[in-house]
């Protein structure tokens, strides 16, 4: 039998999460990281559409899973295991994101009011950001793991291999590739 649960059409699993959270309960490492990787994707895409910004939707996508293995005995599991996740995640992300605003808000002194980017460059920055994802989400996901965990998280390589299984040199290698694809992905953004 797979360690993870099968899944129809629309994402959603159908059987095995019960199984598995219990076997996760009991300390079943296996089985506590397949829950987890049933639902990464879903959990980094909610997270970023929640706060836009890659570095606080990880650092969201983390404290909402953390949450939800901490809080692991109280799924119900009559109910299906990834909305119930998902849940947890969009809360952190949320309260992320009102941390945030508190953080950010402030009155602005007079002689600073005017300053700041004008809406074109606003705009152009969130367009950036969008072509950026989908750049990343066309690479192949050890090439992205080792990108972001490198270049975003600032992790060193031989910190990546230990948290992916893998030489440093193989990590090495997985950001170079990245990095090399994601410059031809964005090339047209170029300046003259």
């Not at 706060?51 to 109910?79: F, W």
Request: proline fraction near 5%.
């Amino acid at each position: 039998m797979s360690a993870l649960p099968d899944r129809d059409q629309s994402g959603q699993a159908r059987v095995g999460e019960p199984a598995l959270v219990a076997r996760a309960l009991a300390g079943d490492r296996v089985a506590l990281g397949a829950l987890v990787e049933c639902y990464a994707g879903s959990v980094r895409r909610v997270t970023r559409a929640i706060l836009g910004n890659v570095a606080d939707a990880e650092d969201a996508a983390q404290d909402g899973v953390l949450t939800a293995l901490i809080k692991l005995d109280r799924y119900d599991p009559s109910r299906p295991f990834g909305p119930w996740l998902l849940r947890i995640v969009t809360n952190a992300a949320i309260d992320r994101r009102r941390r945030r605003t508190v953080r950010d808000a402030g009155v602005l002194r007079d002689d600073v009011a005017a300053g700041g980017p004008l809406p074109d460059a606003d705009t152009e920055r969130l367009a950036l950001g969008v072509r950026l994802r989908a750049a990343l989400d066309e690479l192949p996901e050890h090439y992205r793991l080792a990108v972001v965990l490198f270049d975003v998280e600032g992790y060193s390589h031989a910190e990546i291999g230990d948290i992916l299984g893998m030489a440093p040199g193989t990590v090495r290698s997985a950001v170079f590739h990245a990095r090399r694809k994601l410059r031809a992905l964005l090339d047209d953004l170029k300046e003259d």
